[in-house]
């Protein structure tokens, strides 16, 4: 195998264009989910600046790059791939019809195990029997916003209807309404930030942005802007105030949705649904085909979806002891994440109790 691995900043420019070119080319012949933004190489490079072992592989056929995987790699080589537990979307990029075997490929990239848990379709090179699959929303608007609204009305009628409703209502008791696809203030992205640390917080959830490597890294994406990759700050306001906004990334053809949160004085007004349905139709406007709402089951995305994509969780492994340790530690604790989450009658319960604890936290 002509297999290269290099630290991020020793990717050329002419290999980072190869790298898009693959992206583009996967979505017009029938595999876009190649083509999310979390795939792309100003998101590797992104996370490189942020924290330490990113590695990017890069093989080449007949003398051009024929895949790329960014990946995250220990001194004991154990692989992860790049962003695991914020990355939506992670996977080879590779042209068509590439085929390489996952052992090759982990020895060539000196790992003993590589670990995924948003795996994206089509990934024949690692993809076995033993990998969980979940569901991952999205909303589709490439036949237009109109389209789209019609659908949701005919699939959740009350939804829709109360939806519309209440950013009426917003309006009228707040102020006038109004919407910011692309917002470059970053006191908004601030804002957003506050809102979802409370969030966390509150739902006795892990707060990321108390880790100051994913701030640095949304930081640095929201100041990302090329013709092919952008951090997106969209932020709905009334009465001249902010009350939702949204972080994602956008590729031509993908916004990949991913910090949602709003000002919960405004929660009777369901603010961050009325986002949603506008970041829909300015997606539709920009001649994007889906957003993605990332995997996860929250019944606003049942709401939302028009269909679901599939993302796998599990690692390829080399023999080797380090691999059977970290699989070891691991497996154990990821099936039982996954059994509560799949299970209501597990889930309900957990998730009452993480919220309990977290008012007892902000002392509410």
């Keep these: 195998m002509d297999l290269a691995v290099y ?64 990946f995250q790699r220990s001194a004991l080589g154990v692989g992860r791939a790049i962003g695991l537990g914020v990355s939506d979307a992670q996977g080879l990029v590779h042209r068509p019809g590439f085929r390489c075997g996952a052992q090759e490929l982990l020895r060539a990239c000196g790992l003993s195990v590589l670990e995924f848990d948003h795996l994206v379709e089509g990934q024949r090179t690692f993809e076995t029997p033993s990998f ?5 929303p999205v909303i589709d608007v490439d036949q237009g916003f109109e389209a789209y609204l019609a659908g949701l009305r005919a699939r959740s009628p009350k939804f829709a209807r109360t939806t519309l409703a209440k950013e009426r209502r917003l309006g009228r008791d707040v102020g006038p309404v109004r919407y910011v696809h692309d917002e470059r203030d970053p006191a908004a992205l601030r804002t957003l930030m506050r809102w979802k640390s409370a969030q966390y917080r509150r739902t006795g959830r892990g707060d990321r942005f108390a880790q100051p490597w994913i701030v640095r890294l949304v930081q640095q994406l929201f100041h990302s802007r ?66 993605d709402l990332g995997r996860g089951a929250k019944d606003y995305k049942d709401s939302l979806k028009t269909r679901e994509l599939l993302v796998s969780e599990g690692w390829v492994m080399r023999r080797h002891p380090v691999a059977l340790g970290h699989r070891a530690r691991r497996a154990p604790v990821r099936a039982l994440r996954n059994a509560v989450l799949a299970r209501p009658e597990l889930f309900e319960p957990a998730d009452r109790l993480l919220k309990r604890v977290g008012r007892i936290r902000s002392g509410r």
């Design 7 to 70: 630290r991020p900043g020793r990717l050329t420019g002419a290999e980072r264009s190869a790298w898009t070119a693959l992206q583009t080319e996967a979505r017009s012949l029938g595999a876009p989910q190649l083509a999310n933004p979390f795939l792309a190489p100003e998101f590797a490079l992104a996370v490189g600046r942020s924290r330490g072992g990113v590695r990017i592989a890069v093989v080449h056929q007949d003398g051009a790059p024929a895949a790329f995987l960014p």
């Design 132 to 136: 969980g699959r979940h569901a991952s």
């Design 226 to 291: 090329t013709d092919s990759f952008a951090g997106l700050l969209s932020v709905l306001y009334a009465g001249g105030r902010p009350v939702a906004a949204h972080f994602g990334l956008r590729s031509p053809s993908v916004l990949a949705c991913w910090f949602p949160a709003y000002d919960p004085r405004f929660a009777k007004y369901s603010p961050g649904l009325v986002l949603h349905v506008r970041m829909a139709q300015a997606a539709a406007a920009d001649s994007l085909d889906y957003l």
